[in-house]
């Protein structure tokens, strides 16, 4: 079946401007992540979701990040009053559930650019 | 979460093996080993984890060592498609939170 797609696959949008990711995870994966990746740095966790609640928030750079999941399904990441320092890749990922040794399958990502 | 170290980068020719080596001496006992690769401007893929005893499957093989402490994922012949950024990572079997905590990853070269 089809993998995780993620949407739009760049974005660049000046400083200040909010901004909508969206994840579609495999279809029914219960468990969805979210990572960034900034230049030259490592992946960093953002925010995990076990169906459309999320109990982990402790990811999330500011208060300036939201994340929500409706439907058990589809997630949308949104950065609001975009700063430079946002510029990254933003991954989405989805494992069949939460716990446990299951491997996640990561999307290929939305290049964000704050000018 | 206990923490991995891996060496910065390494090369191999291609249709050699390659081991590519990770250090863990504060893993718990409930502490799956993970491996994960990231190719060029992708996302990272799953490639094999491991409990206690070693794993093989199509990708790769992983070998544990006895006491846990380290781990050698083993590319049996590399390919220049194996070029990527190899993370070793932990994550614990009891907890709910199986986020993935990534480190600096080893840089795989394959040349001809």
């Known amino acids: 079946g089809a993998g995780v797609s993620q949407s739009p696959s760049n974005k660049v949008t000046e400083k200040g401007k909010d901004v909508e990711l969206r994840c579609d995870p495999i279809?029914?994966?219960?468990?969805l992540y979210w990572y960034r990746q900034s230049l030259g740095q490592g992946l960093e966790f953002l925010i995990y979701f076990q169906g459309n609640s999320a109990p982990d928030k402790s990811g999330l750079p500011s208060d300036r990040f939201s994340a929500e999941r409706t439907g058990g399904s589809v997630s949308t990441l949104t950065i609001q009053r975009t700063q430079q320092e946002d510029s990254a890749v933003y991954l989405c990922?989805?494992?069949?559930?939460?716990?446990?040794?299951?491997?996640?399958?990561f999307g290929p990502g939305t290049r964000l650019t704050v000018t | 979460d206990a923490k991995t170290t891996q060496p910065n980068s390494m090369e191999s020719n291609e249709e050699e093996p390659v081991h590519l080596p990770c250090n863990h001496s504060t893993i718990s006992g409930t502490d799956y080993i993970h491996w994960y690769r990231q190719l060029p401007s992708q996302g990272p893929e799953y490639v094999i984890h491991g409990l206690t005893s070693n794993v093989n499957n199509r990708m790769a093989s992983l070998a544990i060592a006895e006491d846990r402490k380290s781990s050698t994922l083993i590319l049996h012949r590399a390919t220049l498609r194996d070029a990527a950024v190899y993370y070793c990572i932990l994550r614990d079997l009891t907890g709910t939170a199986s986020k993935l905590t990534f480190g600096t990853g080893t840089r795989l070269q394959v040349t001809l």
């Open positions: 990922a989805s494992s069949l559930v939460l716990a446990g040794p299951y491997e996640q399958y």
């Open positions: 279809s029914g994966h219960t468990a």
